[in-house]
């Protein structure tokens, strides 16, 4: 079964830069793009970064996504108070023909 | 501006069935694929289900294929999901959410909903 896995947790200090990590296979982030999405609880779920590398109007350049083989990495450079939320990868999967969010890395700003 | 709107969730028991609707607006709604996103209760984002901007291609979760049937209806501006044989691991948060192009090929979704909650539970 085809999975990505995130580390759960990661914490910084206002300021800081944090990078965040997503691991795939070849049937996913090896072959196809990845996007990243910023989730605070009781809100809708915002898109930061798609086609691996590219930020949508608004998104601070502070994020930045990249990737490498089947892993890619989401950095936070800056580190806000702000920026404590879930963020997810997710990529397209050729072998399940559909879409797998990682699982989540909950990020605290100390 | 994209606004997507979540209708339809609610209390149903195990085996039983809902409907969840997605009301579009601030974009031309047969240009783009549609999906279903939903967050268990203290669980990660899962994919559920997407629907090509025309309505003719599906693509279905695993865990759903079978019990959930996603349409849309183009002259309405809605999509829908329709979910039979419901699990007591269905309740979540359903996201509605819009994919980039008219084609669903990545894991991409620029706009989403605010969710809507369905509960199953006898």
């Known amino acids: 079964q085809s999975v990505v896995t995130q580390t759960p947790s990661a914490s910084g200090t206002p300021g800081q830069r944090l990078s965040i990590s997503c691991s795939g296979s070849?049937?996913?982030?090896?072959?196809?793009?990845v996007s990243w999405y910023q989730h605070v609880v009781g809100a809708a779920p915002k898109l930061l970064i798609f086609s691996t590398n590219q930020r949508p109007s608004g998104v601070p350049d502070r994020f930045a996504g990249s990737k490498s083989g089947a892993s890619a990495s989401l950095a936070i450079s800056g580190l806000q108070s702000e920026d404590e939320a879930h963020y997810y990868c997710s990529v397209w999967d050729d072998s399940l023909n559909g879409v797998i969010f990682g699982g989540g890395t909950k990020v605290t700003v100390l | 501006e994209v606004q997507l709107l979540e209708s339809g969730g609610g209390l149903v028991q195990p085996g039983g069935s809902l409907s969840v609707s997605c009301e579009a607006s601030?974009?031309?709604?047969?240009?783009?694929?549609m999906s279903w996103v939903r967050q268990a209760p203290g669980k990660g984002l899962e994919w559920v289900s997407a629907v090509g901007g025309g309505g003719g291609r599906t693509y279905y979760a695993d865990s759903v294929r079978g019990r959930f049937t996603i349409s849309r209806d183009n002259s309405k501006n809605g999509h829908f999901l329709q979910m039979n044989s419901l699990r007591v691991e269905d309740t979540a948060i359903y996201f509605c959410?819009?994919?980039?192009?008219?084609?669903?090929?990545?894991?991409?979704?620029?706009?989403w909903g605010q969710g809507v909650l369905v509960t199953v539970s006898s």
């Open positions: 070849s049937a996913n982030i090896g072959k196809n793009t």
């Open positions: 959410a819009k994919g980039p192009t008219y084609f669903h090929s990545s894991g991409t979704f620029t706009d």
């Open positions: 601030g974009f031309p709604f047969s240009s783009y694929a």
